[in-house]
Structures are given as structure tokens and as C-alpha cells.
């Protein structure tokens, strides 16, 4: 009985020196919600384009990105997405020792995405976004027409639309 009691906590205690508390919660990708207002304006991230908001990039971790959002006849709005270390790093001083916060750090698990989400504010009134010339952003126009269809028949409400709607892109390196 003292054998098998023995086994058992030495199991335990392994499992728990193996874990890496970043990399089992995070991941090594953050999803990154990109909106604006109006909304379907061109969205590029470290000058990829990524279509017309609302969009999802699910972006490395560890990487420093810039986001640009623009609007024909408007300055682009730019914000840099830096990361930070996630507070879920702390719990490998409590379970997984060094070796947690080596695998965290060898796959930059240890960090989140700051900001989370970026939202885009361009004054002036909505309709502009139908009467401007058509940017680079071909998706921009159907989007929003297809997105306007929604609310009208009222098949969905704007705070659904990010979820159900929104162009969703796979990690960039």
C-alpha cells in the first residue's frame, strides 16, 4: 500500500513539474478582434491585408504587430499590439518550476496580445462609408451592403455580427 502511494505522488509531482501553466491556458496563438465605425473599412496588419471589418486574426503571441485600419479621405488609424507577460506564467512558480517557464518561453505562450482588441473610431456620419470611392479593401463594399441586409431585416444585431460575421485569419508569423 505505501508502494502504491509512493507511485502515486511521484506521478503527481512530475505532471506538475512537466506543466507549463502559460502554454495549457494560452496557447501559442490570441485571437485579435479588429472593428470600426462605420464599420467594413480595410484592415492590414503588419501590411497584410486582412479585408474589411469586423475581422479575427489569430496572431503569434510573441511578435510585435501594427494594425491599420483605414477610410478613404480620412487619416488611417494605426495602434501597435505588443506583448505582454501573461499573469498565467506566475502558476509555474507554484507548479511547474523551471521547466514550465522554459517551455512558456520557448514558444512565447508566456505572453497576451495588448491590446486585445482594437476598435477603430472615425467621426463624421455613417453613410459617408457607402458614398466614398472604393479603397484597396475590395471585400469592403458587399461587406458592409450584406452586414446593412442583416440589421434592416433584423436577422442579426450589431453586437452579433463580430461573432458571427467577422472574417476570421489563420496566425501570422
Known amino acids: 500500500m505505501i508502494g502504491q502511494w509512493r507511485t502515486l505522488v511521484g506521478i503527481v509531482i512530475v505532471g506538475l513539474t512537466l506543466t507549463s501553466c502559460a502554454t495549457i491556458v494560452n496557447g501559442q496563438h490570441q485571437e485579435l478582434a479588429v472593428t470600426s465605425q462605420p464599420e467594413a473599412l480595410c484592415v492590414s496588419i503588419n501590411g497584410q491585408s486582412y479585408g474589411a471589418t469586423p475581422v479575427i486574426a489569430s496572431l503569434h503571441r510573441g511578435h510585435v504587430y501594427v494594425v491599420r485600419v483605414e477610410q478613404h479621405g480620412s487619416p488611417p488609424y494605426e495602434i501597435s499590439v505588443v506583448p505582454v507577460v501573461s499573469p498565467w506564467v ?5 507548479f511547474g518550476g523551471l521547466i514550465g ?8 505562450a508566456l505572453y497576451d496580445l495588448s491590446p486585445n482588441r482594437v476598435h477603430a473610431l472615425f467621426p463624421g456620419p455613417q453613410e459617408q462609408a457607402h458614398t466614398m470611392k472604393p479603397s484597396e479593401c475590395a471585400a469592403e463594399e458587399a461587406v458592409l451592403e450584406e452586414r446593412q441586409k442583416q440589421l434592416t431585416k433584423g436577422i442579426a444585431s450589431p453586437s452579433n455580427l463580430l461573432k458571427d460575421s467577422a472574417i476570421r485569419h489563420s496566425a501570422v508569423n
Open 90 to 94: 506566475w502558476g509555474n512558480l507554484v
Open 101 to 108: 517557464v522554459v517551455v512558456d518561453f520557448s514558444n512565447d
